[in-house]
């Protein structure tokens, strides 16, 4: 069964330091997410993105984030100056067609990104 | 964000037994409810959906229940197996447009042999 891929699954990085977390979605999806979660908590949504623009973002999303499908397989996500709390699992999704009614949301294993 | 809460943090349960995951949310602009299952190391996988114009939904041993009134989910599965042992969410997505799910802290369900 096709997969959501995400790389690398472990990222350790210096506080200001800029990370970009990568994913390959699905082939024929068309809807891609970025969703977070921090130790402990819940996780939370990010960003959506869809016809190669921004759908919809969460106030988490601020100008540090950004997103990019640079290719016809890749997604981004680029914090660009990383804090402490930005540590956390970061998972990428993907969807057929619009969520998710018969197209549900599939989700990648995660990265998990450590800020020290 | 109190939105959405699954007020028991863990469940044990025998083998062979049901498992009843529950999930309250406090107001009613969620049209489309989901539940996730989530192993160590690998993100959440989808389980089953309602949408808001029904109560119950059944898919195998997997069977969601919706409670508008009461706004409340819950997740029955029956019967309950070791593979079954796992995080499971309940993911809500809110009424008029937007595709964001809004994720429940989660139930960690054991299943014992």
């Known amino acids: 069964e096709p997969e959501v891929t995400q790389t690398p699954s472990h990222q350790v990085t210096q506080m200001g330091q800029e990370v970009i977390l990568r994913c390959v979605p699905i082939?024929?999806?068309?809807?891609f997410y970025w969703y977070r979660q921090i130790l402990g908590q819940k996780v939370e949504f990010l960003v959506s993105?869809?016809?190669?623009?921004?759908?919809?973002k969460s106030e988490i999303f601020d100008d540090q984030f950004s997103v990019e499908r640079p290719d016809g397989s890749n997604f981004t996500l680029k914090i660009r100056s990383t804090k402490l709390e930005d540590s956390a699992m970061y998972f990428c999704?993907?969807?057929?067609?619009?969520?998710?009614?018969?197209?549900?949301?599939?989700f990648g294993n995660g990265t998990r990104l450590t800020v020290t | 964000d109190q939105q959405v809460k699954q007020n028991s943090p863990s469940l044990s349960v025998q083998e062979g037994r049901i498992s009843i995951l529950n999930c309250d949310y406090t107001?009613?602009?969620?049209?489309?409810f989901l539940w996730y299952k989530k192993y160590p190391a690998e993100g959440p996988t989808f389980l089953i959906s309602?949408?808001?114009?029904?109560d119950k939904n059944e898919d195998g041993r997997f069977t969601v229940f919706l409670n508008k009134s009461a706004k409340h989910l819950s997740l029955h599965i029956v019967p309950s197996q070791p593979g079954d042992s796992a995080v499971y969410f309940c993911?809500?997505?809110?009424?008029?447009?937007?595709?964001?799910?809004?994720f429940g802290t989660g139930t960690q369900l054991k299943v014992e042999l």
């Open positions: 993105f869809y016809n190669n623009e921004i759908s919809e």
């Open positions: 107001n009613s602009m969620f049209d489309y």
């Open positions: 082939s024929n999806h068309l809807y």
């Open positions: 993911a809500l997505k809110a009424t008029g447009g937007g595709n964001k799910l809004t």
């Open positions: 309602i949408s808001s114009i029904k």
């Open positions: 999704a993907s969807s057929r067609g619009v969520p998710y009614y018969n197209s549900p949301l599939h």
